[in-house]
């Protein structure tokens, strides 16, 4: 149904046109890469990191996607705060999210999980570059800042449900009407499916056809076209004959089944010392520490001078596993995160106890100083990676391309609109894009903008400017109700503006 992930990964560059985003990122997972995959597309850049096949951070140049833009638009910082903070960044080098901390804006945990969130946004924003050229570079050329990781299972089934284009979806993924399709055996874990996914998942141990599929879930052609690709896509589902193929490759290499073996007993917890999970300072200082110690050399992470003598330093390291022992933990997701910085300060440990590592790492910081004193207060592209174009801000294009539709340029405010819909398709934006294409050249793209403002306003049934915009249209095609109706939901979602009721007047006259 699909080419093998190795050879998805063959290829190191292409088009997305090619080889869809979401097909990428499944051979990553399953192949376990640890790389750099950059995209392009006209002004818009993003790399991202993959450690494992999971991606871990993605650099954009994108201004919305930046951290502190992403929390003001969630409404967890002030725009006063944020330029403060942007303000003191640049000119200390400390990066937002650390500063956030120490100014108490935000917490260590909450900080992670916006962390968490701020990836997949700027992730799921890739589905829809579907005319992007990619290209993957073997090694990640920098270490993430923060120990952030995304479920790449999870990533697809989102964004093939709800983010990447229908028509490349339908271009992907075709079968024949009489195909049945099936669930595949032997697969041990898959993402988390919501109920109405749960309901089709279940539904392939009948072997429907996408016909019967459709008919016993009540869903629509694009919902069971999009879900049926992404399970497809992740290997939990597929053509009926594929599962029998896999039974029968299962059923022939299956072992003898072991004598059963009682589990082990569950490790005890420090005796006296509960849980820490309801403790928000205990909390709040893991997650800290587990956001800050990729960013640590050993002597950092371990807080011992460069001289430091084996019995200090082997106080320091029993001391912080002791603070972030796993078994003070009872929630996995603070389990984990204890256990990654057990890994990591053993790690330290195992370097600065053999002289020749600690020698080195010596070395490295004398150099680091160095390189300090010469500095000239710009990092380079070697010390720090960035995209190498200015931030782009959706809403400056927005404001010029407004601009320029008031002083009835509308070549130019639409191509405006069209940089504003690229960088962040807000529906705001569409509407005035697709008011701006009408304005260009109505005789040719009126239809095709009337079936643009109906589309926008089903999705979006609470944009004023979506309905007014469509009225406007309908008026000028001459479908006299439609703008009528059009008008009407426009002034009751702006009762203030008695324009509306002056055009539903004129309009009723007219009819």
């Known amino acids: 149904m699909f080419p093998t992930p190795s050879q998805v990964l063959r290829q190191r560059e292409g088009l997305l046109s090619d080889t869809p985003f979401p097909l990428l990122l499944h051979a990553l997972m399953v192949e376990e890469r640890t790389c750099t995959v950059e995209l392009r597309v006209r002004q818009r850049e993003k790399r991202i990191l993959f450690e494992d096949g999971a991606p871990v951070a ?15 638009e969630k409404g967890r910082l002030s725009e006063a705060d944020y330029q403060k903070c942007l303000a003191e960044s640049v000119s200390s080098g400390v990066r937002m999210g650390p500063l956030l901390i120490q100014k108490s804006l935000i917490s260590p945990f909450d900080l992670y999980k916006q962390l968490q969130a701020n990836l997949a946004h700027k992730l799921l924003d890739c589905f829809r570059w579907v005319d992007a050229r990619y290209r993957l570079i073997p090694d990640v050329e920098e270490s993430p800042e923060a120990s952030v990781r995304t479920n790449t299972a999870q990533l697809v089934l989102t964004g093939v449900a709800s983010v990447m284009p229908f028509d ?11 195909r049945r399709f099936a669930q595949l055996p032997g697969v041990e874990s898959g993402p988390k499916l919501s109920s109405k996914d749960a309901r089709l998942f279940q539904l392939l141990r009948q072997r ?4 019967e599929l459709m008919e016993r879930t009540g869903f629509d052609t694009e919902t069971v076209l999009r879900r049926l690709y992404a399970l497809c896509l992740l290997g939990v589902a597929g053509f009926a004959e594929d599962a029998d193929a896999r039974a029968r490759e299962l059923a022939a290499r299956a072992p003898v089944a072991p004598e059963p073996v009682a589990p082990p007993p569950e490790p005890a917890r420090p005796g006296g010392v509960p849980f820490a999970d309801e403790d928000v300072a205990a909390r709040d200082a893991l997650v800290g520490a587990f956001l800050a110690h990729r960013s640590k050399d050993p002597f950092a992470l ?14 320091a390291f029993l001391g912080w596993t002791e603070r972030y022992s796993p078994l003070r933990f009872q929630t996995p997701e603070l389990k984990e995160k204890a256990e990654a910085l057990l890994v990591a300060y053993a790690r330290a440990y195992a370097a600065l106890a053999d002289a020749e590592q600690a020698h080195l790492w010596r070395r490295r910081r004398a150099a680091q100083r160095e390189k300090e004193k010469g500095a000239t207060g710009r990092p380079s592209a070697a010390d720090q990676f960035r995209i190498r174009t200015e931030l782009l801000d959706a809403t400056a294009q927005f404001e010029e391309a407004k601009r320029r539709l008031a002083a009835r340029e509308f070549a130019g405010a639409f191509e405006y609109f069209e940089y504003a819909c690229d960088i962040e398709p807000r529906p705001l934006y569409q509407a005035h894009r697709a008011w ?17 403002l109906q589309e926008l306003t089903r999705q979006e049934p609470a944009l004023e400017e979506g309905w007014a915009f469509l009225g ?12 009528e109706e059009a008008f009407r939901k426009a002034f009751k979602l702006n009762p203030k503006n008695r324009r509306y009721v002056d055009l539903v007047q004129e309009l009723v006259k007219r009819r």
């Not at 406007?472 to 703008?483: D, K, M, S």
């Open 58 to 72: 993605c650099q954009s140049n994108l201004l919305h996607e930046t951290l502190g833009k992403y929390l003001v």
């Open 168 to 178: 490349a979806v339908a271009t992907h993924f075709t079968f024949t009407d009489d």
């Open 208 to 211: 429907p056809t996408f016909g």
């Open 302 to 315: 371990l807080e011992v001078p460069e001289d430091v003598q084996p019995a200090p330093l082997r106080r």
């Open 436 to 452: 701006a294409r009408y304005l260009l050249k109505p005789e040719a793209h009126g239809r095709l903008v009337l079936q643009e």
């Open 472 to 483: 406007e249209v309908a008026q000028g095609e001459g479908q006299w109700a439609l703008a």
